[in-house]
């Protein structure tokens, strides 16, 4: 693939009903229903929702034969109300159930961790080569009448790979990485192959973006060894609500559309179905202006691994780069006149590492303990502040007696007079910025040319947007989307983030912030890993979720998982600390990270009981663990 410039990957179509994605078709947007696939008229009603707000396709949850037989009376429903949405069934554990959803669904989404293999128990196992061998010939043998039934009856298949139930078999020879992840995928994908059963959509998902991309890429890179082209479905699963879950799976999903990966789209929210989809309009549509942008001729720097990037070496300056997480470097020019600073407005939580305040340091209202910049021709040496050069005044940064310098730069304007002085000046921090309708691209070529030169100044990315407060969603997906890969590529020492608009400086600050968690590059408040809720789901998810937010937003560093079911419960909260997981209806049991602790409280209780259980391991700084 073309690191600098846009293009997308090159697939085989798929028929899923009258709606066939891959190919030369548009990336498609969809959701899933969150309500009893037993219960007819609701299930119609909700996908007429999700449809009418734009999805292209609509998966049901059919954890049961019954469930899936009465897909025949919802796919009916939906017909007769005028819609040709083509429904998907989402099956796990029993393959039985997907060989009837088959024959009233236009696609069926398995999952390899569960489909043959038993439910995650987090033992490991010992196989011989000969056992593992044995363990795929029987997983063949009750696969390949499941694909001569979607083959008679013209039904897609999905293999859906979720990071969180990755089968014990799995697990115990790969462990628990990307490439086991892949792995599972592959072993579905080569008895399509042998089979010749071609209507396949792959997806590889995981509630931790890091291992989501990582994942993806790596199974791109397998699927074309083996000479497979299909399509990906792209998501990132329990991304939560609210603007966490729009950063997150902007993040997530954008650093992949990015690079041309990705057919079909879902962004997974704990809200309502349909407002899923106009985030997804959103995402898909910003990454496809970078179409037919203008040629960049990046070089890729010797030793860059896509598949398995690692952070580029930088020298430490001050705090930024080395091994300092990145740096948030925000913008409040518009709050200085004549020298005096009005009224600093900032979250405690998000507060700027660096303030640029252009051509005028406020002398009057300046924050305590902040770091400012402003530009190299006013300033007077001041502690805490440091000076920015335009690359049109480097004959004077050899002259600046600054211990840390910053210089705003682009890829074209990187010539050999600008390598040398930074050859020169180590203690240099470089802010990229570009104006190219693939910014990405040429970012990634500013970073690549310096790793190419030996050159180890910290970069800060400096993306630009022009939104009002009305269009804050935009902003925090647009500017998520342009710096997921960025991120994952370890080319970032730091992000600024500018609006010239009317946005609210605290929301640019936080969705900064936001970024640089949703990516786990840097941690300051409370995540939470919450699924979006289907028709398994043991109780009132979205109620439950903003309790729990409530009443722990406050703890700084934790991972929460709110789970609506047991399906990915354990494996996608692996890495959270506390899980609060539906048992049964009614039910649910508490985790404390891989480990159940309480089961089947009362959901009326269960809120309270995990406060208790935070606070009694200390983990609550209100409530000392030696005074619960």
């Known amino acids: 693939m073309d690191l600098f410039n846009y293009r997308r990957r090159e697939t085989v179509e798929v028929q899923v009903g009258g709606t066939p994605l891959g190919g030369k078709n548009p990336i498609r947007l969809q959701s899933m229903t969150d309500t009893s696939t037993l219960d007819t008229e609701a299930s119609v009603a909700q996908t007429l929702r999700i449809a009418g707000a734009g999805g292209e396709y609509v998966r049901l949850t059919t954890q049961g034969v019954r469930e899936a037989e009465n897909l025949r009376n919802i796919n009916a429903g939906v017909r007769a109300a005028g819609c040709t949405v083509p ?142 082209a299909f399509p990906l479905h792209l998501g990132v699963t329990e991304a939560g609500n609210g603007e966490d879950g729009r950063i997150k799976s902007a993040v997530g999903i954008g650093a992949l559309l990015a690079d041309g990966l990705g057919d079909t789209v879902r962004v997974s929210l704990s809200e309502a179905p349909e407002a899923e989809i106009p985030v997804a309009h959103k995402l898909v549509d910003y990454i496809a202006r970078r179409d037919g942008a203008m040629m960049i001729p990046g070089m890729a720097a010797e030793g860059f691994d896509w598949l398995r990037p690692v952070r580029r070496p930088t020298v430490a300056v001050g705090n930024i780069g080395g091994d300092n997480v990145p740096v948030v470097v925000a913008d409040r020019m518009d709050l200085v006149i004549g020298g005096r600073m009005r009224e600093f407005r900032a979250q405690t939580d998000f507060l700027p590492d660096y303030i640029y305040c252009g051509r005028s340091l406020p002398r009057v209202g300046r924050r305590e303990n902040a770091n400012y910049i402003v530009d190299a021709d006013v300033w007077m040496g001041e502690a805490g502040t440091y000076p920015a050069f335009p690359y049109n005044m480097l004959p004077f940064l050899g002259n600046c007696r600054a211990e840390l310098k910053f210089l705003f730069l682009t890829y074209g304007a990187l010539t050999e007079e600008v390598r040398a002085c930074l050859r020169l000046h180590p203690e240099v921090v470089i802010i990229s910025q570009s104006s190219h309708r693939n910014r990405l691209g040429e970012h ?114 934790l991972k929460i998982a709110v789970m609506g079911c047991i399906v990915n419960g354990p494996g996608e909260m692996a890495d959270a600390d506390y899980g609060y997981v539906g048992a049964a209806r009614g039910k649910v049991s508490l985790y404390k990270k891989k480990t159940c602790v309480e089961r089947n409280i009362p959901a009326e209780e269960a809120v309270e009981r995990l406060l208790r259980l935070i606070r009694e391991n200390g983990d609550d700084p209100e409530y000392p663990a030696k005074d619960i």
């Open 444 to 557: 990634r070529a500013l970073v690549h040319e310096l790793t190419r030169e030996g050159l180890k100044n910290p970069v800060v990315i400096f993306q630009q947007y022009a939104h009002s407060q009305e269009e804050k969603e935009d902003f925090q997906i647009e500017s998520a989307a342009d710096m997921g890969a960025l991120l994952f590529d370890g080319l970032c020492d730091g992000i600024y983030l500018y609006n010239n608009g009317t946005l609210d400086h605290r929301d640019i600050d936080a969705t900064a912030f936001g970024i640089l968690q949703a990516a786990r590059l840097r941690t300051s408040k409370t995540e939470y890993i919450a699924c979006p809720g289907c028709g398994r789901t043991l109780y009132d998810l979205q109620d439950t979720l903003a309790r729990i937010k409530a009443a722990t937003s406050h703890l700084k560093g």
């Open 87 to 228: 429904l998907v069934a989402d099956v796990h554990f029993n393959p039985r159930v997907a060989e009837v959803a088959a024959l009233y669904a236009e696609k069926v989404r398995i999952n390899p961790g569960n489909y043959v293999d038993p439910a995650r128990t987090f033992k490991h196992l010992e196989y011989t080569d000969e056992e593992y061998a044995g363990e795929l010939e029987r997983l063949e043998a009750r696969f390949v009448p499941f694909l001569n039934i979607c083959r008679a009856h013209h039904t897609a298949i999905r293999i859906g790979v979720n990071h969180g139930s990755l089968s014990d078999r799995i697990m115990s020879r790969y462990g628990d990485t990307p490439e086991g992840i892949v792995e599972s995928c592959m072993e579905f994908l080569r008895i399509c192959v042998r089979e010749r059963f071609t209507d396949v959509v792959v997806s590889i998902k995981a509630s931790n973006t890091v291992v989501m991309v990582r994942s993806v890429r790596l199974l791109v890179d397998a699927m074309e060894r083996e000479g497979m």
